[in-house]
């Protein structure tokens, strides 16, 4: 079955961390692009980071760029999510997500073929 699978949400105070991961089946695991999304009770889903799997590269929002950094491991087809300096406002469900084709912005949640099912992240103050 071809899925994408997150845990490591939870709990957490302002200021503290909490890891990501997400782990893709095979087939899942996308030689393009791999992205974390997250959507807050009443909003709309919103990109957090991506990561261009072949190259590394990465891209931030910029309401996460330097507390939150995203990687891979390739040889375990495993995406992570490492969160610093956590906000009440990153209070969310958090979605890994797969994209095997270029065309269109990397923002653009329509773009990806492929989602897990979600892992709650509760930031208190």
């Known amino acids: 079955q071809v899925q994408l699978v997150e845990s490591g949400g939870g709990s957490a105070q302002a200021g503290g961390s909490l890891r990501l991961s997400c782990a893709a089946s095979?087939?899942?695991?996308?030689?393009?692009?791999m992205a974390w999304f997250r959507q807050a009770p009443g909003k709309e889903r919103e990109v957090v980071a991506v990561?261009?799997?072949?190259?590394?590269?990465?891209i931030y929002a910029d309401s996460v760029k330097g507390r939150f950094t995203i990687s891979q491991d390739n040889a375990k087809n495993t995406l992570y999510l490492q969160m610093n300096s956590l906000k009440p406002e990153d209070t969310a469900t958090y979605y890994c997500a797969s994209r095997y084709t270029s065309s269109g912005s990397w923002r653009d949640a329509m773009r990806y073929e492929l989602w897990g099912q979600g892992t709650q992240v509760t930031v208190s103050s």
């Open positions: 990561i261009y799997t072949t190259s590394g590269g990465a």
């Open positions: 095979k087939g899942a695991w996308s030689r393009y692009c």
